[in-house]
């Protein structure tokens, strides 16, 4: 395609991107379709899964009354043959092929050239797009190609189009329409409450709709006002500083910004959105969204490339406006939190009295704040596609976090039910209580002590309550991500020495800083286009041996009167990263030594969860003392399959074939040397995938401490024996959903499928 299609074809896309609802954007598709090809008609036609039917939706060519109304079989005519041969059919004369199917309501008796291509999602048609021509012709090359990509590349916008517009029309009616959204299951429960939106800072995107008051009118567009000349301000000064350093030319781009910035196209219409009862942050990002949508649509180029300028204005202005006006909203019942996408420190700002479930639309089952809220026995669902994030504040809203669904506005009738629902689990809970003070040991005697997964001093009491024997995992990176700066040596060793205090005698394993990936700390940004294969953990940490040294000193120091203490490097690729680490540890311990300070040498564990470390493990068994399998990330990077990406999620597996091979395998290795096994990624607290650990032999298992009872009553119901036996059964197998099914099964049979719902 000529580069002048091509743009042509990215602002279609982006108008049906920016399209409020699914018949506008599909207006949009046929419109623009007819008009680059020069064809003489163009239609979509959607499937109705409900009727097994293809039905138009849309045409510019056709006779306007026959949409809603066409309807053809799945199999029936060329529309058929597209959408089950899932490929474009070009023929010059549709009316000679043995499949077509000739209509009157469409007056297409004069069309002859057919070229029809399939919309398709995640590996489903959802419809098909036809354009037609009078002349007995097939469409060129060109033409096909072009057609294709716009399919290709629109299933998803008209998805959300869809979801867009049938949302937006629920939330705004008067009744008790209620309707369901799905997505990954973060931690499982169930709970009712008051959307609380959260959005990041100057993300415009993510601002909420927010109405106000008549008499708040005036200080909203004072505020407005205020952000501007700061920014206006901003830009005179960034003049300044680069004058003399770049030539007049490009210092005339800044007067050029504030020419853009004073506008009066932007601050007008700002200001009359604000006059008409929005708030001055939504008021911004309508008025920058419509800018934007202005100069993208433009032919020229250099023209279009302004569009990011306006962003950038938009931002900037936001910014300023969010230092005025705090984000932070009173909290005085039960609340959901809702977000694009949650950080742990939004996660951190709500009383843990009133927070009862969080949503989060971007992000994984496997993702930071994922796996906080499980630690703390909080329901939460990540992921959910096309959310409507900023409509929702208010809104009372019930989370499954078993099965990964949202209800928003819910009927009465659906409420009775999921507080029936609430009850239950509240009594399943009271009956796994019971087990907290009992031994976590198997029918034959085995005893596989559970740790917890920690990072936040909160969730000590949560931990100790539900009987853990110990942490096995606690992410130091957390005090680091809800800070503005690095804390120093002293402030890192009072938090390592509560949580060693409290947990005393009982082992604590510190995993050293973990940042990178998908953990990045705000003031130490780390940019790569292949974060989870780039630098991260223990290579951050060598690479930056004064960050590394302070937090081993700060956790030694904290070591100084309970010895309850373990330390774990994460991220081992190389025993040469071992070697390196270790002679920092000694220079540290050295140092304190020297200082007077006596402390005991830690002893120092692995973090299995790259595949170079599941082959090294004779030469790390040599070096460190123990090891833990982190299955998150061992799943991860066997797979290749990024946790954190929902076009994957369903090839992400801690059961697949490949993973329980190498876990096995890892085990097996460090038993011969005498080296304890633990593993504390998320398989762990999963009923199902501990019950596979158990038949391998590992130690010692860590999870969230909301998992560790509905895990003990599984360890607690079988013997190793059995599991031993099952476990021989899943090697032979080929299908992770097959090896996930043979634990399920046994696990029913049991009679433990209620407890251990996830």
């Known amino acids: 395609m000529t580069n002048k299609i091509f743009d042509t074809l990215r602002n279609i896309i982006q108008d049906v991107n920016d399209a409020s609802e699914l018949q506008q954007a599909l207006n949009i598709i046929v419109q623009r379709t007819k008009q680059v090809l020069h064809a003489d008609a163009v239609s979509v036609y959607f499937r109705d899964d409900k009727a097994d039917q293809l039905v138009l939706m849309a045409t510019d060519g056709y006779n306007q009354k026959a949409v809603g109304k066409l309807k053809f079989n799945l199999d029936e005519g060329l529309i058929g043959v597209v959408l089950n041969q899932t490929e474009a059919v070009n023929i010059k004369n549709a009316q000679t092929h043995p499949n077509y199917r000739f209509v009157t309501e469409t007056d297409e008796a004069s069309f002859h050239g057919f070229l029809g291509v399939p919309i398709i999602q995640h590996r489903r048609a959802l419809g098909v797009l036809v354009v ?129 910035l004073k506008s009066d196209t932007l ?150 039910e999921f507080n029936r629902l609430i009850r239950d689990e509240k009594s399943r809970n009271a009956e796994l209580n019971e087990l907290i003070d009992k031994p976590s040991e198997t029918l034959d005697g085995v005893q596989i002590p559970l740790h917890v997964n920690t990072g936040l001093l909160e969730d000590i009491s949560p931990s100790l309550k539900s009987g853990a024997e110990g942490v096995g995992l606690y992410r130091t990176e957390i005090p680091f991500l809800i800070r503005d700066g690095f804390p120093g040596e002293d402030e890192q060793a009072k938090i390592y020495q509560q949580v060693l205090k409290r947990f005393s005698p009982r082992p604590v394993t510190f995993r050293t800083l973990d940042i990178g990936g998908d953990k990045a700390l705000p003031y130490f940004p780390v940019v790569e286009d292949n974060p989870f294969l780039g630098w991260r953990g223990i290579r951050i940490m060598l690479d930056h041996p004064e960050i590394f040294l302070t937090q081993i000193r700060a956790i030694l120091k904290s070591n100084k009167f309970d010895n309850n203490l373990r330390l774990m490097l994460p991220m081992i690729s190389d025993v040469r990263e071992v070697d390196e680490a270790i002679v920092l540890i000694k220079k540290a311990h050295e140092e304190l030594s020297n200082e007077g300070i ?161």
């Open 132 to 260: 037609r021509q009078t002349q007995q012709r097939r469409f060129s090359a060109n033409d096909e190609t072009f057609l294709v990509t716009l399919a290709a590349q629109l299933a998803g916008a008209i998805s959300h189009a869809k979801k867009a517009g049938e949302l937006t029309n629920l939330l705004e009616e008067d009744d008790h329409t209620s309707f369901v959204m799905s997505g990954l299951s973060g931690s499982p429960g169930i709970a009712i409450g008051e959307a609380l939106v959260v959005f990041p800072p100057a993300s415009l995107s993510a601002v909420p709709d927010n109405a106000i008051a008549e008499d708040e009118v005036e200080d909203q567009i004072n505020a407005f006002m205020d952000a501007v000349n700061n920014v206006e301000q901003e830009f005179k000064e960034l003049s300044q500083l680069m004058a003399g350093t770049i030539s007049d030319e490009e210092l005339g781009l800044f007067d050029a910004f504030c020419l853009m």
């Open 598 to 758: 006596d402390v005991p040498y830690p002893v120092i564990g692995v973090m299995v969860e790259v595949p170079s470390a599941v082959y090294q493990m004779d030469a790390l068994a040599k070096r460190v003392d123990f090891f833990s399998i982190g299955s998150n990330d061992l799943t991860q990077y066997l797979l290749a399959v990024d946790r954190n990406n929902k076009q994957v999620a369903d090839l992400y597996s801690c059961l697949h074939p490949s993973v329980i091979n190498a876990i096995q395998h890892v085990v097996t290795v460090a038993h011969k040397h005498n080296k304890t096994i633990s593993v504390c990624g998320e398989m762990a607290g999963d009923p199902v995938s501990a019950l596979a650990l158990i038949g391998m032999g590992v130690d010692s298992l860590s999870m969230s401490a909301g998992s560790l009872l509905r895990v003990k009553l599984v360890l607690r119901s079988f013997t190793q024996k059995q599991a031993k036996k099952l476990l021989d059964e899943a090697l032979l197998m080929e299908n992770a959903k097959r090896i996930r099914l043979l634990f399920s099964d046994a696990i029913d049979q049991a009679g433990l499928n209620l407890y251990i719902k996830q």
């Open 267 to 416: 601050l007008d219409a700002c200001i009359d959105r604000i006059k008409a009862g929005q708030w001055v942050q939504a008021a911004l990002r309508e008025t920058i969204d419509d800018h934007v949508k202005q100069f993208n649509a433009m032919e020229d180029a250099y023209l279009r490339e302004r569009a990011a300028d306006i962003k950038d204005l938009g931002r900037r202005i936001l910014m300023y406006l969010q230092k005025q006006q705090t984000s932070s909203q009173p909290v005085t019942g039960p609340v959901v939190l809702v977000g694009e996408e949650v950080s742990v420190s939004q996660f951190s700002e709500v009383p843990l009295k009133h927070l009862v479930a969080i949503i989060s639309s971007k992000g994984s089952a496997s993702s930071h704040v994922a796996i906080l809220s499980n630690a703390l026995g909080i329901p939460s669902i990540m992921g959910v596609d096309d959310f409507p994030v900023n409509k929702i504040k208010g809104q009372k809203i019930i989370v499954d976090g078993y099965n990964g669904q949202i209800h928003v506005k819910p009927t009465a009738a659906i409420i009775k």
